[in-house]
């Protein structure tokens, strides 16, 4: 039989946002290979296996991707269970798909381990439902960053009548916020910008589309961080704000 290599999602921090299947997959592990967005207490789960760093953040040093696969078929065909342990979900701005088809293309066949995308657990934990009827009928999630350079279509997708969820977004307020508003999106259009989402320290920056690069700013936002743009970004799930919903830290809110 082929070798099979896992790509578990590590979901956007919180262990406990982990699914049994990511769990039980990781307890067989020989080897993990482990992103940097990755919380180590995941790692709880894989106490047998040996694990192998390969973080890749934007902008700093970091395991070229073509390693960080040889390093994977390498292993798979010394007959060691494998996994690769990614922050969110491994096919959202997590190149699975790549890694998937790379492996496939080398005889080792994949298992696909979902994890909850950072975008879904930044708008819930901060009490915004991404879809609402009246407000929002769609999602989309988009980065605000390329490899190529390339950028979005911010037209198309200010038109778009869905909520815009951005990963690695940070670096590109103001330009987001300039295209939008060229593209005729309302300038009191709710952001929602949102820090280390389900880790301690969660942060919550409510602003407008109009003053999110000042607002951003102010609030020296960091990322990691995921943006809401859309009417929802001003919903509150919880009813009291500074309520966090059961089971969780209350969150530090900031005007
Ligand atoms: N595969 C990941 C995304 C990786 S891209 C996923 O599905 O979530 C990296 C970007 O994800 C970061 O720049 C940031 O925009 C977002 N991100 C990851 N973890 C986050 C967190 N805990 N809080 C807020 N944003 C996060």
């Known amino acids: 039989m082929n070798p099979t290599v896992w790509l578990i999602g590590a979901g956007p921090g919180d262990p406990e946002l982990l699914t049994l299947k990511a769990v039980k997959a990781l307890g067989r592990a020989d080897v993990v290979l482990v992103d940097d967005l990755v919380n180590p207490q995941v790692l709880e789960y894989c106490p047998q296996a040996r694990v192998v760093r390969v973080g890749k953040r934007g902008g700093c040093r970091s395991t070229p991707q073509e390693f960080i696969q040889r390093l994977m078929l390498r292993y798979a065909r010394q007959g060691l269970r494998v996994a690769r342990l990614k922050g969110g979900d491994p096919c959202i701005f997590g190149r699975g798909g790549e890694e998937a088809q790379w492996l496939g293309e080398h005889g080792v066949s994949c298992e696909i381990v ?62 987001m916020s300039s295209q939008l508003l060229a593209a005729g999106m309302a300038p009191d259009t709710p952001v929602a910008m949102i820090e280390r989402a389900s880790l301690p320290g969660q942060r919550l920056c409510p602003s407008t589309l109009e003053s999110m690069a000042c607002d951003a700013q102010a609030f020296r936002l960091r990322s990691p961080a995921i943006l809401v743009i859309g009417q929802v970004a001003a919903c509150r799930m919880f009813g009291v704000q500074d309520e966090a919903p059961p089971g969780q830290a209350p969150q530090r809110r900031q005007a």
Request: no cysteine; aromatic share 4%; glycine share 14%.
């Open 114 to 175: 979902n994890g909850i995308t950072a975008g879904l657990a930044a708008a819930t934990s901060s009490g915004i439902p991404l879809t609402q009827r009246g407000l929002a009928q769609g999602v989309t999630l988009i980065t605000a960053h390329s490899q190529d350079g390339a950028t979005p279509d911010w037209s198309g997708l200010a038109r778009s009548g869905t909520t815009l969820v951005v990963y690695m977004g940070v670096a590109k307020v103001q330009d």
